[in-house]
């Protein structure tokens, strides 16, 4: 059964960085396009930057451009979300996602939030 797992969340200064990891079993990313999803307490989960699995086309939210970064290693068949100059606004569970390549695009897949497959989460708190 597809498998989505994040990894390396963690608590971090403002101004500081972390790369998430979002490894994926029993599929391959060349098939399926991969995003990353973000909840707040109190708030609706929000699309943060999705990545075509056929062509590396990148999308992210306005308010991640330039600060986050979306790759993968088709190698390691891990997608990795590295994210400088952290906000205390950037706290949340940060969640993977998988959609097949053809569904959607990957602007709508951010947008849009339905995803087949999903991860179980990851937190992330940026606090001094």
């Known amino acids: 059964q597809l498998q989505l797992v994040e990894s390396g969340g963690g608590l971090v200064q403002p101004g500081g960085s972390l790369r998430l990891s979002c490894a994926a079993s029993?599929?391959?990313?060349?098939?399926?396009?991969i995003g990353w999803f973000r909840q707040a307490p109190g708030k609706e989960r929000e699309g943060v930057s999705c990545i075509s699995g056929s062509d590396g086309t990148t999308y992210y939210a306005d308010s991640v451009k330039g600060r986050f970064t979306i790759s993968k290693d088709n190698t390691k068949n891990t997608v990795y979300l590295q994210m400088n100059s952290l906000k205390p606004e950037d706290t949340a569970i940060y969640y993977c996602?998988?959609?097949?390549?053809?569904?959607?695009?990957?602007?709508?897949?951010?947008?849009?939030?339905?995803?087949?497959?999903w991860g179980q989460g990851t937190q992330v708190t940026v606090s001094s």
């Open positions: 029993e599929f391959t990313l060349d098939y399926y396009n």
């Open positions: 996602a998988a959609d097949p390549i053809g569904i959607t695009t990957i602007q709508a897949m951010c947008v849009m939030l339905e995803s087949d497959y």
